[in-house]
């Protein structure tokens, strides 16, 4: 009798590895690896999820309602067409699931989410890696990898760990370039950091075309990254596909609590979002006067670039940093192991992080 095997290509997945958390011998840590707000969460937030705690014995309102609503009121979307989930890593997982499989192909940018590639090869389809320019998506390079196998393009907008972002314009390019049976994912997880003109998160691209969804997160500005808290806006038929597929109670009671104290508490938001804007701009202009390269982010996050020298190198830069308690997120595995990419943190840890930098680029 042959032994138990899991479904082939399973195990040649490299696994997800999120960002260190700890370091030996160091009690006290500046976690700058895992973009997570460095304000916390919105007091109002916390309080509704206490106050959970009182019905954990209940099952979850299976369709989140609450959450969905409250959603649908600050975007301005119908909720009949938000759909909920354990974090935005679910719903890609679950839109994976829906439209692709075994012989298919999924496409996603060269440095794009850890998570696409995995999402393919999880369904059993091809991964295909689209050429980025200059570290952000190319929406021509995308266009030319399509092909009659081609049934989903995952693109983050902004992406991670780059910090680029595409415009409208060149979104509605893309989706106009693409046929009517692939499914376009705009990960949109760092849209309420961007404070550009020229920037769309999605919900547009949504409701003029039937093969598009943005998916949002709460993990990062609302500060909810340990309750898992994602959601989707979609065209009617594919909310029908992912209900489906999704478990009945795939968001739990205080998270769905928490979520809808947070989306309503934009004052918290607002705060994060210049406290990031705020030290985004001085971490750049301070890491370039290092000599540094550091290519613009719209993100809660930069990406630092190192020279190719012994003891000034990516490796250097981390053992630099974790010597003085900085933990930074690195980037071998997204394909940039001459760079390392750093959260915004408050303003004590980047003038940390700054120091810790001068002295290695001396």
Known sequence: MSPLRPRPGIMEIAAYVGGEATLPGKNHVIKLASNENPLGTSPK??????AAGDSLFVYPEGAATPLREAIGRQHGLDPARIVCGA???ELLALLGRGYAGPGDEVIYSAHGFAMYPIIARSVGALGVVAPETDLTANVDAILDCVTPRTRIVFLA???NPTGSYLPASEMRRLREGLPENVLLVVDAAYAEYVVRDDYDAGAELVDAYPNVVMCRTFSKIYGLASLRVGWAYCPSAIVEVLHRIRGPFNVSTPAIAAGTAAVA??????????????WLEWTTHELKKLGLDVPPSVGNFVLVRFPDEPGRDAAAAVECLNAQGIIPRRMGGYGLPDSLRITIGLEDDMRA??????TLMK
Do not use: M
């Open 45 to 50: 937030a916390v309080e509704a999820y206490r």
């Open 353 to 358: 992080v700054v120091e810790a930098l001068s």
């Open 87 to 89: 974090g935005s890593d």
């Open 157 to 159: 907008n902004p992406n």
């Open 265 to 278: 508490d934009q004052e918290f938001a607002e705060r994060s979002r210049r406290h990031n804007q705020r």
